[in-house]
């Protein structure tokens, strides 16, 4: 039983659809993963390797924090970055082998620092899925010049493209800063027209990433505790978690877990 049980109204639920919480992993060490693991790993969905992280590490560590994580019912996945490299690179069979021999089970599909054309995102996914990954999408691009000319009809039809070819889920860029990329002006204030115009999507099908607290304030006051966000950092995995229960000054009295 949680401490102060009382007072947390939202369940804990590894089985959940929703709520849930993509936190990225920098390049922690065995005993911070482990620590993270033990304090908050309940709270965790997936733990991205950022970027290319993964590829700087020796293998058995990366084997070792993925067993550490996966012994929490988390999901794990390398960077879009790497992917990206491998399909420019032409070695995407040797990727999809060497993630699966890291004990890597989700992938993310993204051509945010590329260009991949359609047909050939669209095949990553579905080998992907074949494969037996978790397939985690993500839309836009991390040059916020580049972004920038997404309109949010363009960017709204590549989510819906993503989750007919099989993704899984659909992550909408914002990278660390949170900042003039995706649905956030120059301040990190969300873009409200283009966030109401991809919820119309579904919810339930998206993660937005949110590095910044007063994001995750807004789009928890907004949709609830159960709107999934991701790029958090791991530092504020257990913070996070108090946002969604109203256990912060943030939310306090304002969460409904209906």
């Given at each position: 039983?949680?401490?102060?049980?009382f007072?947390?109204?939202?369940?804990h639920?590894?089985?959940?659809?929703?709520?849930?919480?993509?936190?990225?992993?920098?390049?922690?060490?065995?005993?911070?993963?482990?620590?993270?693991?033990?304090?908050?790993?309940?709270?965790?969905?997936?733990?991205k390797?950022?970027?290319?992280?993964?590829?700087?590490?020796?293998?058995?560590?990366?084997?070792?924090?993925?067993?550490?994580?996966?012994?929490?019912?988390?999901?794990?996945?390398?960077?879009?970055?790497?992917?990206?490299?491998?399909?420019?690179t032409?070695?995407?069979?040797?990727?999809?082998?060497?993630t699966?021999r890291?004990?890597?089970?989700?992938?993310?599909v993204?051509?945010?620092?590329?260009?991949i054309?359609?047909?050939?995102?669209?095949n990553v996914?579905?080998?992907?899925?074949?494969?037996?990954?978790?397939?985690?999408?993500?839309?836009?691009?991390?040059?916020?010049?580049?972004?920038?000319?997404?309109?949010?009809?363009?960017?709204?039809?590549?989510?819906?493209?993503?989750l007919?070819?099989?993704?899984?889920?659909?992550?909408?860029?914002?990278?660390?800063?949170?900042?003039?990329?995706?649905?956030?002006?120059?301040?990190?204030?969300?873009?409200?027209?283009?966030?109401d115009?991809?919820?119309?999507?579904?919810?339930?099908?998206?993660?937005f990433?949110?590095p910044?607290?007063k994001?995750?304030?807004?789009?928890?006051?907004?949709?609830?505790?159960?709107?999934?966000?991701?790029?958090?950092?791991?530092?504020?995995?257990?913070?996070?978690?108090t946002?969604r229960?109203?256990?912060?000054?943030?939310t306090?009295?304002?969460?409904?877990?209906?």
């Amino acid at each position: 039983m949680h401490a102060y049980n009382f007072l947390n109204n939202v369940p804990h639920l590894k089985t959940k659809r929703t709520g849930l919480s993509m936190i990225l992993d920098k390049g922690l060490g065995l005993n911070a993963a482990s620590d993270l693991a033990q304090s908050a790993g309940e709270y965790i969905d997936f733990i991205k390797f950022g970027w290319g992280t993964a590829a700087t590490f020796e293998s058995a560590l990366v084997i070792q924090k993925n067993k550490i994580y996966h012994a929490n019912q988390i999901l794990t996945y390398p960077g879009g970055t790497l992917l990206e490299v491998a399909i420019q690179t032409k070695k995407l069979d040797q990727f999809f082998k060497e993630t699966a021999r890291l004990g890597f089970n989700a992938i993310e599909v993204s051509d945010g620092s590329t260009s991949i054309a359609k047909e050939i995102r669209d095949n990553v996914i579905f080998l992907a899925r074949e494969k037996g990954f978790f397939v985690i999408s993500e839309v836009g691009k991390k040059n916020p010049l580049l972004d920038h000319k997404f309109s949010i009809e363009t960017r709204a039809a590549q989510i819906k493209s993503d989750l007919t070819s099989g993704s899984n889920l659909v992550i909408i860029e914002a990278r660390e800063a949170g900042k003039n990329i995706g649905i956030y002006d120059e301040n990190g204030n969300i873009l409200l027209e283009e966030l109401d115009t991809l919820a119309k999507i579904g919810i339930d099908k998206l993660i937005f990433e949110a590095p910044l607290k007063k994001q995750q304030v807004d789009l928890i006051l907004k949709f609830g505790p159960h709107v999934n966000l991701g790029n958090i950092a791991s530092a504020d995995a257990t913070s996070l978690e108090t946002l969604r229960t109203g256990l912060r000054g943030d939310t306090v009295g304002k969460i409904n877990n209906g």
